[in-house]
């Protein structure tokens, strides 16, 4: 057990580029889920895929961000036309099998600065 | 929908002392609550988890929390702080619907 990994730790852009992160669950866990989090703030829900599938999304989550999950396995959250209030903390975090009561095993996240 | 509020922003104590840090919620209908800690660089780690049953549930690192149904509370204790326990706390809150809620962390400081 690796734990949940997330890649790039920090990421300074410039307003209006494009970003990408991943996300590495710990294996076999089925659920997924991404947060963000802003300074002086708990984690906010941004969507969750039980394996492969997005099943919930929440308003925060505009059209400008997508995530997907391609085979169940890593996942991505891509960020397009990014403007300076996306600056946050995103997290990543997995469960087991996907229960309300399931543990979420978080990753120490990645960092975004919009300049 | 359910919320969470922790109503101390920053906590100091000194070592070996006690540490209360509040947890009040807001929801229509049964509640799982959650303690999560954040240390520095690092992600969150979840400390303990009410389910059902027993209203005291004890987690890790000696810190055990209480919830109160009819004060809507689920605060977190521990008898005597180290240093190594200086760190964000975040309490959270779901429902059956798997979004999880957060409050805003409370950051604990202990000095020696």
């Known amino acids: 057990d690796t734990g949940v990994s997330q890649n790039p730790r920090h990421k300074i852009t410039k307003r209006g580029q494009n970003v990408t992160f991943r996300c590495d669950p710990i294996s076999e866990h089925n659920r997924l889920y991404w947060y963000r989090q802003t300074l002086g703030q708990g984690p906010e829900f941004l969507t969750y895929f039980q394996n492969e599938a997005q099943l919930e999304k929440s308003r925060l989550l505009s059209d400008r961000f997508s995530a997907e999950r391609p085979k169940g396995s890593f996942s991505t959250l891509e960020i397009q036309r990014t403007e300076q209030g996306d600056s946050a903390m995103y997290l990543c975090?997995?469960?087991?099998?996907?229960?309300?009561?399931?543990?979420?095993?978080f990753g120490p996240g990645t960092r975004l600065t919009v300049l | 929908a359910q919320s969470v509020t922790q109503l101390d922003s920053q906590v100091p104590v000194f070592e070996e002392a006690p540490v209360e840090l509040r947890c009040n919620y807001s929801s229509s209908v049964s509640v799982y609550l959650f303690w999560y800690v954040q240390y520095p660089n690092q992600g969150l780690q979840l400390l303990l988890k009410?389910?059902?049953?027993?209203?005291l549930v004890k987690g890790i690192n000696g810190f055990e929390a209480e919830f109160n149904k009819s004060q809507t509370s689920f605060h977190l204790r521990k008898p005597s702080v180290h240093i190594s326990d200086t760190a964000e706390y975040f309490c959270a809150v779901t429902e059956e619907n798997n979004d999880m809620r957060f409050g805003a962390g409370t950051r604990l400081t202990v000095k020696p």
């Open positions: 009410y389910l059902s049953g027993s209203t």
């Open positions: 975090a997995s469960s087991p099998m996907g229960g309300v009561t399931d543990t979420q095993y």
